[in-house]
């Protein structure tokens, strides 16, 4: 695989890492309608403004959201809407369709034992 290529896979994995916490997923959910200001989003979570940073951190550093400074505020939004379509393309079919396979996979390796 040519390096170019390699370094993109990375960085799809580095996007999908950053996608992979439930807490990040909350936080594109609330931007999903729109710039927030940090202040909004922590009592939304119920988290810690720390917590909340760190998550904020992983996603601007794959580029998914941008942070502004709004006086003393910092605002948060999605720089592309289209993230929002990988996040929505797990519907709760798929969902579905992964949960089953895993209890199945899961009886399978019961059997192993």
């Not at 959910?29 to 119920?46: A, M, Q, S, T």
């Not at 379509?85 to 390796?109: F, I």
């Amino acid at each position: 695989m040519p390096q170019p290529a390699i370094a993109q896979v990375r960085f799809k994995a580095q996007v999908f890492h950053a996608l992979s916490a439930s807490d990040r997923l909350e936080i594109l959910e609330f931007l999903r309608d729109g710039e927030k200001c940090v202040c909004e989003i922590v009592p939304h979570l119920n988290l810690i403004q720390p917590v909340v940073s760190r998550h904020l951190k992983i996603l601007r550093d794959v580029g998914i959201i941008s942070c502004r400074k709004d006086g003393t505020k910092r605002m948060y939004s999605i720089v592309n809407a289209r993230i929002l379509n990988a996040v929505d393309s797990l519907t709760p079919e798929l969902v579905s369709v992964l949960l089953k396979e895993v209890v199945k996979q899961m009886s399978c390796s019961s059997e192993d034992e």
